[in-house]
């Protein structure tokens, strides 16, 4: 109920792009029990969200031209943006 409240409050605010912010390793712990528990199937987009910082339309939308795999790190071409590195 306090998520659905929260979301509600926050409809139509713009995201902050200009800030980057990292999980603290408690957050991480925490998050990653709840995926877990309830959404064990969708761990590989919730690994490769938490890796890379990519949005889940971003991962379905991804194409093999866009990934440079050769590069260290890997990257891939984020549209409209820099370039982001993969940590495989």
């Given at each position: 109920?306090?998520?659905a409240y929260r979301?509600?409050?926050t409809h139509g605010s713009k995201e902050?792009?200009?800030?980057?912010r990292y999980l603290s390793?408690?957050?991480?712990i925490k998050l990653r029990a709840v995926m877990q528990r309830a959404h064990a199937d969708r761990i590989p987009?919730?690994?490769?969200a938490?890796?890379?910082?990519?949005?889940?339309?971003?991962?379905l939308t991804l194409g093999w031209n866009?990934?440079?795999l050769d590069a260290e790190p890997s990257t891939w071409?984020?549209?409209?943006?820099?370039?982001a590195a993969l940590y495989a």
């Open positions: 109920m306090k998520l979301l509600a409050q902050n792009n200009e800030r980057i390793d408690a957050e991480e987009e919730f690994e490769v938490l890796m890379t910082g990519m949005r889940m339309s971003e991962q866009q990934i440079d071409i984020k549209p409209k943006t820099a370039v």
